[in-house]
Structures are given as structure tokens and as C-alpha cells.
């Protein structure tokens, strides 16, 4: 009977067994979950927890630094800072806004909105930048805010060589040129470390976490000379300008080891500012372009006959009178010519004679002679975005093919290659492959990587290059090179001058100029040439292209001492062996002229000022005089040259060494008329103060 002390009593049991069951129920889960943390799922939370209080930290490396061949630093790194936020911790965003407001490209309201709105723990602000930008910091503490120390790319030398050195990226990855071709040993490897974050959000090192360090790149020396590379843009930027062509390639190679000294293609860049150019200023045309050489082809045509004996330089041909009528086509000349010797017709550059001595070859005897001097096929040199350009196959020569190609017409080539072949002929007959890394090393020392001279194969015999070097001699003595001379520096060379083809057609507006040679003729250290494209003023490579031809061999005569070629372009057995030649040092930086007058043993004096720009010298260029001579320098101040106000006279003036003062200084430049000579100048001022100086020439 259920009274009610028992109904009573039941309800407290129930109760009881209710809360014991879900006390056991609590325990259980609770006994579980740690089961759980602890055992199962152990590495989980231990992982989460180290994300909590450890971070980690990359290192980066230091990029390899690259040297010229004489030990000069062209592009290594310095210390910049980047800088970031954690949105989570950064506690006065808007005082950190405001103090680096418009430092970095942003307002202070684009950075609060750009912090605010990521979902990330980390948000750049700025990459790589100046150091001494950070002083608006010191002294600004937040958590939130997160400094970090990398190595930036700096470009020692700035535009020169800029198109074959090329540049990287904020990461310091290579984007262009030589960065990218090595950039797997130039960047090294990246390391890291492990870091405890404390309670206030700050990282610190501990002694017991990882740390895997960072492995610098390695270090190269190249083939180039810097200073010589720097004479080569400064005439070719000249003679471009004079030609008012649209560009100009120069490729200068040791025709003995197949080291390129030089090489350099104007306009370039800034590869501190490399964003929004345009593949045009980038890249080396003298490796990735092509175009038809004309008559600097001539030398191989030269070459196959005279090693297969079909031609003598004393043999006759006719000229047709500069024009030969097939049933298809015309060949013509420039100048009419009748029939004279082969020798004449190098040295006259006939179209008719070369394209006949051509057609006296045999098809497939004739296209080995191309192909072994290099042309249809890569150089193999040590950089990106070679091309082969074109040969056509014997099988598909027309009856006309070896006609033109015998004058440099149906095939196309890039100056790399040209310029290579010519230094096979220097080479006595034997072709090397170029190359421009001569070492790779480590931050030891310790050399991982040598490039030695490599011999591709012989093209001639030695008895054939030397008749080829004497012909050559007559076309910058008596032909047309003699824009090319040089006194006292005996210079073989070749002038070309080839129609473009524009909507397939060859123009008649579009042309390239063009001149290839070597020197000094009795011992080829340097085979060179020099191409412009689209030449306005003239098209003929004697009058363009030669001209910066001479400038580059005359200036390398003094330039470095140091150098194996530089002690060899003086022809002693013509002059006094006390007697040297004068270098031409108007239009360069006065600092540059001092250092190429000293190493060649003259002594200085001053007209004017101490530093700017060359305005005259005492002795005049290419003279000689005696050795130990004192030269008079003429210098301007910079600011001078620039200013409409303080007018430097250059009427009168070659127009070359007036081009030269102008470009030094930075002045914007018009020519007016076709002549060699200054017969006027006006000067104006542009709103951002630049100067503008238009120079008439008759």
C-alpha cells in the first residue's frame, strides 16, 4: 500500500538514480574528451598549440653577386625593409597610417581599408624599401606591426648592361637576362626558424627551436669589361641618335676565346624601374632578334670561293655596269662598276659580282660553308632567348637563291652570329662558341663552375683568313669603310646595308645598317659590329654604322690597360714607338675621361672646371703625339649643358661630338639637315625645366 511516506521516498530514489546517471554520463564524456585530447587526437592539439605560440619566420638568402671580368661589382644587394600588419594585434592603425601616409604608393585611408578589409593574419604593406624611409617609425611601438630585414638588388652600373644583366622580381626571383637564365644558382636557397610568440603577440628566438639557415646564392664573373661596355653604349647611343634610327645593336666578341667583352642594344632601361616597359627596351636584340645582313655577308661568299679556288682576288668579273637583268629578277648596284677584280669588288661592295661568284658554288658545298660558319643554328651562348634565324636547305633553293645569298639576301641571322663569324675569320679559320659566365663561385670562393674556351670547329684554312683579313684591310683603306679608320689601328671591316620587309615586301624607306670587322689587323683581338635599325639621316652602313665603329675602337685603344686587348691596338711598326694615339674623350664625363687618358700614360690639365663634361680637347682626337704628353681638357659643369640660360656653343662642332656633350648632359635633342657639322643651335625650356636643343647641320 502506497502511502504517501512511500510515494515519497520513491521520488527521491528516482531523483538519485537520475543524477547519479547523469554524473557518470558528464564523467564519461568528460574522461573521453580527455582520452581523446591526450591520446587520440595527441598530435592535433599539439599541433594547434604550437600554431598558437610558435610561429614560423622564413630566411631569406642573399642573392650572388655578379662581377665583370676585372673583379668590378655590377649587381649585388643591400639591406632594405618590408613591411607588414596583423590586423589581429596592430593596436593604432590609424597613427601607423598616418605617419607612413604616401610613402609607399598609398593614402592613409587606402591602408586602413586595405588592413581592415583582409581576412588574413598578414597584410604587406610595402616590400623591399629604402631603409632610411623608416625613420617616420622610431620609436612607434605596436604589436601589430611586423618590420622584416631582406637583401634588395641593387644595379651598380644602372642602365648600362641593364639588357644583359636583366633584374628580379620583390621576391629576388630573376625575371630577364642573366638573373633568369642562373637564377637557380644565383638566388640560393631559403631558411627558417621557428619563433615562440608571447602573451602580448611578440615573437622572440628560443635556443631549443628549429633553425634551418638560409644558403646565399652563388657568384659569377663574366666575360664583359664594364668600362669598355660602357665606351659601346655611349657611342651607340650617340650614332643612333645622329642616324635617327629607331635602335642599334653592338656585339663585341675575343675572337681567340669566343668571350663577348660587350654587348648592348640602345634604347635599354632603368632595372631599378623595369614595370611597364615594353619588350622592346628589354630585351638583347643581338641574341633574340634577326634581320637580313646585306653585304657584311659578303665575307662568307668571300670565304667559300676562296677556300674552294673558284675565285682569286686578282681575278676579273664583270659588273654589268650596276645592273644585271635575270629572267625573273634584277640585281643592281650601287655604284656601276665594269669588270674589275674580285678584290674591287669587296672593296666596292658589288652586288652583281658577289651574287655571280655565289651562283659558281654548288648548292649543298655552298650551304655547308653557311652552316659551319654558325648561321641556322644556335650559338649555344650562355643566355635566354637565343634564336637560330634562317638558312634555306639546298633542296628548296630556286635558281635565284644562291644569287642573293651571296650578297646577304634570303637568309637572316642575328649580330651574335655575325658577329662570330667574322671572329672566326680573325681566328685564323676557326670558329669558337661565345659565351659570357666565365666562373661561378661561392661566398668561399670556391669555384663550382668554369667556362673555358671551346672550339666549335675550323671553317678555313689560316692561308684563306689571312687573304680574307687583306681584302678586308682594302675595304676601310680604299672602300667602302672608310668612315671605319682609325690612325695607326689597322681595321678590317665590311659595310652593310639591307632593305626590311614590310608587309611582304622590301621597302623602300626601311632599312638596316650595318658594318662587322675586327682589329688590329696583324693579331684580331676584338671582332666587332654594329647595326642600326631603321637609319633616317642615311641609310648606309659606311656612313652610320662605321662611324660608331671607329669611335668604339678608338676609345678601347686607352681605356683599360689592364685587359689583354688593350695593349694591343697600336700598329708600332708605322709609327714611332714613343708616339700614341689621342683618344677621343668629348661628351664624356670628365671622370671617365681622366681615367681613360691616365691609364693610357698622358698627363691632364683644365680649361674651365674640374668635373661635368668635356667640352674640347688639346691634342685633338685620334692625332698622336708623343707618349707622356699633356692632354687640355675643356669641361663644362653638367647644370651648364642643361641650361637654355648658360648657352654652350657648338656651332662649328663635329655634329658627333656635339650629339656626344648633349647626350651627357641630358638634353633632349632634335637635328635638323643631313650634314656632319654644327652650323646652328636653339635652345628651349620645357615646364619641368628640362632642356630641348635643336641643332642644324649642313
Same mark, same amino acid.
Given at each position: 500500500?502506497?502511502?504517501?511516506?512511500?510515494?515519497?521516498?520513491?521520488?527521491?530514489?528516482? %531523483?538519485?538514480?537520475?543524477?547519479?546517471?547523469?554524473?557518470?554520463?558528464?564523467?564519461?564524456?568528460?574522461?573521453? &574528451?580527455?582520452?581523446?585530447?591526450?591520446?587520440?587526437?595527441?598530435?592535433?592539439?599539439?599541433?594547434?598549440?604550437?600554431?598558437?605560440?610558435?610561429? %614560423?619566420?622564413?630566411?631569406?638568402?642573399?642573392?650572388?653577386?655578379?662581377?665583370? &671580368?676585372? $673583379?668590378?661589382?655590377?649587381?649585388?644587394?643591400?639591406?632594405?625593409?618590408?613591411?607588414?600588419?596583423?590586423?589581429?594585434?596592430?593596436?593604432?592603425?590609424?597613427?601607423?597610417?598616418?605617419?607612413?601616409?604616401?610613402?609607399? $604608393?598609398?593614402?592613409?585611408?587606402?591602408?586602413?581599408?586595405?588592413?581592415?578589409?583582409?581576412? %588574413?593574419?598578414?597584410?604587406?604593406?610595402?616590400?623591399?624599401?629604402?631603409?632610411?624611409?623608416?625613420?617616420?617609425?622610431?620609436?612607434?611601438?605596436?604589436?601589430?606591426?611586423?618590420? #622584416?630585414?631582406?637583401?634588395? &638588388?641593387?644595379?651598380?652600373?644602372?642602365? #648600362?648592361?641593364?639588357?644583359?644583366? $636583366?633584374?628580379?622580381?620583390?621576391?629576388?626571383?630573376?625575371?630577364?637576362?642573366?638573373?633568369?637564365?642562373?637564377?637557380?644558382?644565383?638566388?640560393?636557397?631559403d631558411g627558417y626558424m621557428i619563433m615562440n610568440r608571447d602573451g602580448a603577440g611578440r615573437l622572440r628566438p628560443a635556443a631549443d627551436l628549429p633553425l634551418i639557415p638560409a644558403f646565399d646564392g652563388y657568384s659569377m664573373n663574366l666575360t664583359i669589361d664594364i668600362d669598355l661596355q660602357r665606351i659601346v653604349e655611349h657611342e651607340l647611343k650617340t650614332g643612333v641618335d645622329i642616324a635617327g634610327a629607331e635602335s642599334g645593336t653592338v656585339v663585341a666578341i675575343h675572337p681567340k676565346t669566343g668571350e663577348i667583352i660587350a654587348i648592348a642594344s640602345y634604347p635599354s632601361y632603368d632595372p631599378h624601374k623595369p614595370g611597364g616597359m615594353s619588350s622592346a627596351f628589354l630585351r638583347m636584340r643581338a641574341i633574340t632578334d634577326t634581320y637580313e645582313p646585306g653585304s657584311t655577308f659578303k665575307l662568307i661568299t668571300a670565304a667559300a670561293a676562296l677556300e674552294e679556288n673558284i675565285i682569286k682576288e686578282t681575278d676579273t668579273l664583270d659588273g654589268h655596269l650596276g645592273t644585271l637583268t635575270m629572267r625573273s629578277y634584277v640585281i643592281r648596284d650601287v655604284k656601276p662598276l665594269g669588270r674589275i677584280s674580285f678584290r674591287q669588288a669587296m672593296e666596292y661592295s658589288s652586288n652583281i659580282i658577289l651574287s655571280t661568284v655565289a651562283n659558281m658554288m654548288s648548292d649543298n658545298n655552298f650551304y655547308k660553308y653557311l652552316r659551319d660558319f654558325g648561321f641556322g643554328i644556335k650559338t649555344d651562348v650562355d643566355f635566354p632567348g637565343e634564336v637560330t634565324g634562317k638558312l634555306p636547305k639546298p633542296k628548296n633553293f630556286t635558281s635565284s637563291t644562291k644569287r642573293y645569298l651571296g650578297f646577304g639576301y634570303g637568309l637572316s641571322v642575328t649580330p651574335l652570329q655575325m658577329a662570330n663569324a667574322y671572329g672566326a675569320v680573325a681566328n685564323g679559320g676557326t670558329l669558337m662558341k661565345p659565351y659570357l659566365v666565365s666562373s661561378v663561385f661561392d661566398s668561399e670562393g670556391r669555384e663550382i663552375y668554369s667556362q673555358n674556351p671551346v672550339i666549335v670547329r675550323r671553317v678555313i684554312s689560316e692561308e684563306t683568313a689571312a687573304r680574307l683579313t687583306d681584302i678586308l684591310k682594302g675595304v676601310v683603306s680604299r672602300g667602302t669603310g672608310k668612315a671605319a679608320r682609325v690612325d695607326g689601328l689597322e681595321i678590317c671591316g665590311k659595310t652593310g646595308t639591307s632593305q626590311q620587309i614590310v608587309d611582304g615586301r622590301y621597302s623602300k624607306e626601311n632599312y638596316t645598317a650595318t658594318f662587322a670587322g675586327y682589329f688590329p689587323a696583324n693579331d684580331p683581338q676584338v671582332a666587332l659590329i654594329v647595326m642600326l635599325d631603321k637609319p633616317r639621316t642615311s641609310i648606309y652602313g659606311g656612313a652610320m654604322a662605321a662611324p660608331i665603329f671607329r669611335g668604339i675602337a678608338s676609345k678601347w685603344t686607352g681605356a683599360n690597360p689592364t685587359t689583354a686587348i688593350a695593349n694591343k691596338f697600336v700598329d708600332s711598326t708605322k709609327t714611332n714607338k714613343d708616339s700614341v694615339l689621342v683618344p677621343n674623350i668629348v661628351g664624356l664625363k670628365s671622370e671617365l675621361a681622366e681615367n681613360l687618358l691616365k691609364n693610357r700614360g698622358f698627363g691632364l690639365t683644365y680649361s674651365g672646371n674640374s668635373q661635368g663634361i668635356v667640352l674640347a680637347q688639346n691634342p685633338k682626337a685620334h692625332s698622336r703625339t708623343i707618349n707622356g704628353k699633356i692632354v687640355d681638357m675643356t669641361i663644362v659643369a653638367t647644370d651648364t649643358v642643361q641650361s637654355p640660360d648658360a648657352i654652350v656653343v657648338l656651332k662649328g662642332m663635329p655634329l658627333r661630338s656635339a650629339l656626344a656633350i648633349l647626350n651627357a648632359g641630358g638634353v633632349k635633342t632634335k637635328i635638323v639637315g643631313n650634314g656632319n657639322i654644327v652650323t646652328d643651335q636653339k635652345w628651349s625650356r620645357n615646364s619641368d625645366g628640362s632642356s630641348n636643343c635643336i641643332i642644324y647641320s649642313k
Open positions: 500500500m502506497n502511502t504517501p511516506e512511500n510515494e515519497i521516498r520513491q521520488k527521491k530514489f528516482w %531523483k538519485f538514480w537520475l543524477v547519479l546517471i547523469t554524473v557518470n554520463i558528464g564523467m564519461a564524456i568528460i574522461i573521453w &574528451r580527455l582520452i581523446d585530447i591526450q591520446v587520440i587526437s595527441n598530435e592535433e592539439y599539439k599541433s594547434k598549440a604550437k600554431r598558437q605560440h610558435e610561429s %614560423k619566420v622564413n630566411l631569406t638568402p642573399e642573392r650572388g653577386i655578379i662581377y665583370d &671580368r676585372n $673583379g668590378k661589382v655590377i649587381a649585388s644587394n643591400f639591406e632594405s625593409v618590408s613591411i607588414a600588419i596583423d590586423p589581429r594585434h596592430i593596436q593604432d592603425l590609424r597613427g601607423f597610417a598616418k605617419a607612413v601616409e604616401h610613402d609607399y $604608393g598609398y593614402s592613409a585611408s587606402e591602408i586602413i581599408s586595405k588592413v581592415k578589409a583582409s581576412k %588574413k593574419s598578414f597584410v604587406w604593406i610595402t616590400r623591399r624599401a629604402d631603409p632610411t624611409k623608416f625613420d617616420k617609425l622610431v620609436g612607434f611601438s605596436d604589436k601589430g606591426l611586423i618590420l #622584416i630585414r631582406e637583401p634588395r &638588388r641593387i644595379y651598380h652600373y644602372d642602365n #648600362i648592361a641593364s639588357q644583359l644583366i $636583366g633584374f628580379t622580381d620583390v621576391d629576388n626571383h630573376g625575371l630577364s637576362g642573366l638573373e633568369l637564365k642562373w637564377d637557380s644558382l644565383l638566388k640560393g636557397r
